[in-house]
């Protein structure tokens, strides 16, 4: 009886970490991570950056729950190297989540403006080629409140070239 009661348990545990490695639904977060923004794009793929701040955050892309892309490796230095740009004023706030990879520069926006919402990724490559993935359907999280364990980008135009 003992054993099998321990047996129970046991599967109990490997069928709940089994499923703790699933993706959100819409996301490429995994718990016990945070989705501090996830949505599918214009080209069917996922844009999500997930962690468990204030240390932990990692940009994902992909398609499914196939990551093409993360960034950085390494989960635990993700506030040291992404950046953090936010502008407001009245009806309108851009906030926007950047860092640089291989070749690109990489921008994770989301803008809201007269109460309509877009966002996504924009990229530039080293040769100045721009392009700019965006958001379908509904977007998970929020940016802004990454603010207050990201660096802040003084390069960013949003910034104005202040940082605090």
Do not use: I
């Not at 204030?54 to 960034?71: I, T």
């Not at 040291?80 to 851009?94: D, I, K, P, T």
């Not at 966002?119 to 603010?147: F, I, M, W």
């Amino acid at each position: 009886m003992r054993n099998t009661v321990s047996l129970v348990l046991l599967l109990s545990l490997v069928s709940s970490c089994a499923y703790s490695v699933q993706p959100a639904t819409g996301s490429l977060c995994h718990a016990p991570e945070t989705t501090y923004f996830s949505c599918r794009t214009t080209r069917h793929t996922t844009v999500s950056l997930c962690g468990t701040l204030p240390s932990n955050l990692q940009y994902r892309y992909g398609k499914g729950a196939q990551v093409e892309l993360q960034f950085p490796d390494d989960p635990a230095t993700g506030a040291r190297q992404l950046g953090y740009a936010h502008y407001s004023r009245f009806q309108v706030e851009r906030t926007e989540v950047t860092f640089s990879h291989v070749d690109a520069d990489y921008a994770v926006f989301d803008y809201t403006e007269n109460d309509r919402r877009s966002a996504g990724v924009h990229v530039t490559t080293a040769d100045g080629k721009e392009s700019e993935v965006r958001c379908t359907g509904p977007v998970q999280g929020q940016l802004a409140p990454l603010g207050k364990s990201l660096r802040c980008d003084s390069d960013n135009a949003l910034n104005g070239g202040q940082c605090p």
